[in-house]
């Protein structure tokens, strides 16, 4: 679990999806913000773009009572965001023809 300052993130450990975000990174660097050119660790935001108080309150609500598992991923998905909610674009089956780790 990581507090973001206006968020709280789960920290994910794995060296196949940090493979696959260091070659996206790669291929889409003239695309990426200078925020997302220099990061390297793999999470999922949980909360965002709150008050650092209440960020910190779900940090210490969720850290209480987190507990480690491991899961496995099936595919890596491709949303836009247009200054509305959230879209999705694409999705990348891993494994098998046409998925992501066959490029």
């Known amino acids: 679990m990581r507090l973001l ?9 794995s060296p196949e999806l940090a493979a696959i975000r260091t070659r996206l990174r790669s291929a889409w660097l003239h ?38 598992e491991s ?7 491709l949303w836009r965001y247009r200054g509305g909610p959230w879209e999705a674009a694409a999705r990348f089956p891993f494994g098998g023809s046409g998925g992501i780790m066959d490029r």
């Not at 220099?38 to 965002?48: A, I, M, R």
């Not at 899961?71 to 998905?77: F, G, K, P």
């Open 71 to 77: 899961t496995r991923a099936v595919a890596l998905e």
């Open 5 to 13: 300052g206006r968020g709280v993130a789960v920290v994910l450990a």
């Open 31 to 68: 695309w990426l913000s200078p925020q997302d050119r220099g990061k390297n660790d793999l999470h999922v935001t949980v909360q965002n773009k709150v008050s650092p108080e209440a960020a910190r309150a779900l940090h210490a609500e969720l850290a209480a009572g987190f507990v480690r």
